[in-house]
């Protein structure tokens, strides 16, 4: 009788994993002409090892960017968990983000991304099953796990950009890009962000508070 509970998949050693030939995929049906983020506004780098974050790899060597094609993806990647805690009680009141809160946020955009760059998608079963990685271990709730596969897929001899994957929240395509201090243009110099918006009052955290069952509120 076969269990009812799997096991998430583990990577296998560096030297094992370098021994795979990953599918390499360039921006293609991607190359859109405006990326987002939101970000946090103490700090002036947008690349950067963040421990939080699903694809960060685990050994923290890389600095990285994530980015979204809309705002609305910005916002549930950073707030959406927050929203779904709050739908058992959100008939009675609303989710309210402090002014001093929100304002440690906003948003950033940046224009059509170097077309040389090389991804692992993610998003493509094939590439998934070539890499060894399942959707379970992608998405899994204990982030050290994609963290790791992510610092697999870092170190590979293919020396990818970084890799396209769905949001959990929105399914709308993101990327994590990492940029690496020994090539003679590292990646955050390449890459221009400007400013695109406060989060505060926001048009898409209303909306994506909204399509999460959610009333969202800004105290003032």
Do not use: N
């Amino acid at each position: 009788m076969l269990s009812a509970k799997r096991d998430l998949r583990q990577p296998p050693g560096q030297k094992a994993f370098d021994a795979i030939a990953i599918p390499v995929s360039a921006l293609g049906a991607w190359a859109v002409p405006t990326w987002y983020r939101l970000c946090r506004v103490e700090f002036p780098g947008q690349f950067f090892p963040s421990k939080g974050s699903r694809l960060t790899p685990a050994s923290g060597d890389f600095p990285c960017v994530y980015l979204a094609t809309d705002q609305e993806t910005t916002v549930a990647e950073v707030w959406g968990d927050r929203f779904a805690a709050h739908r058992p009680v959100a008939s009675s009141s609303p989710y309210v983000i402090s002014r001093e809160q929100a304002e440690r946020w906003a948003f950033l955009e940046t224009g059509p991304l170097p077309s040389d760059l090389r991804l692992c998608d993610l998003t493509d079963a094939h590439t998934r099953l070539a890499v060894g990685m399942d959707a379970g271990s992608l998405y899994a709730p204990d982030l050290r796990l994609p963290q790791r596969w992510a610092e697999r897929i870092a170190r590979h001899p293919a020396r990818l950009d970084g890799i396209a994957y769905r949001s959990r929240h929105t399914d709308q395509i993101c990327l994590v890009l990492w940029s690496r201090a020994e090539d003679a243009v590292p990646l955050e110099q390449r890459l221009s962000f400007r400013p695109a918006g406060d989060f505060f009052d926001s048009a898409a955290a209303y909306a994506m508070a909204g399509k999460a069952g959610v009333r969202l509120a800004f105290a003032w």
